[in-house]
């Protein structure tokens, strides 16, 4: 063997890559690998987001836009106006019942409204 070049191991012989299964689809694959990382619970409280208008329905989604999503289930929402802002929280726990319907994991545990300036 030559100095200074690797030795290439048949693809028959490494033995570190993973047994061959069946056939997975991507978003299997992905949700896998998601929940392996640990990040399974954050893409889950992350999808309120787009999701925030088939929640909420359009009036709410027209005044109120969510912005993100802490790591301990905060969900923060802007608002255009302080007296929607106002009417919002007393339909927090509506709302809240709303986002959390269905989710196993990723649910939101308090919603934060700030005021669009």
């Known amino acids: 063997m030559m100095s200074g070049y690797l030795s290439v191991l048949p693809m028959s012989d490494r033995s ?6 069946r056939p997975v ?3 299997e694959a992905l949700n896998g690998y998601l929940t392996r990382a640990g990040l399974a619970k954050r893409v889950a409280q992350a999808q309120v987001i787009p999701d925030w208008p088939g929640l909420v329905g359009p009036q709410i989604a027209a005044v109120a836009t969510p912005e ?3 790591p301990d289930g905060v ?4 608002v255009t106006t302080s007296s929607w802002m106002n009417e919002l929280q007393l339909m927090a726990p509506e709302i809240m019942a709303r986002v959390n319907a269905g ?3 990723g649910r ?4 934060r409204w700030l005021l669009t300036r």
């Open 68 to 70: 993100s999503v802490t």
């Open 75 to 78: 969900l923060f929402v802007r």
């Open 25 to 27: 689809a991507v978003g």
């Open 16 to 21: 570190d890559r993973p047994k061959r299964g």
């Open 108 to 111: 939101i545990s308090t919603i």
């Open 103 to 105: 989710r196993g994991t």
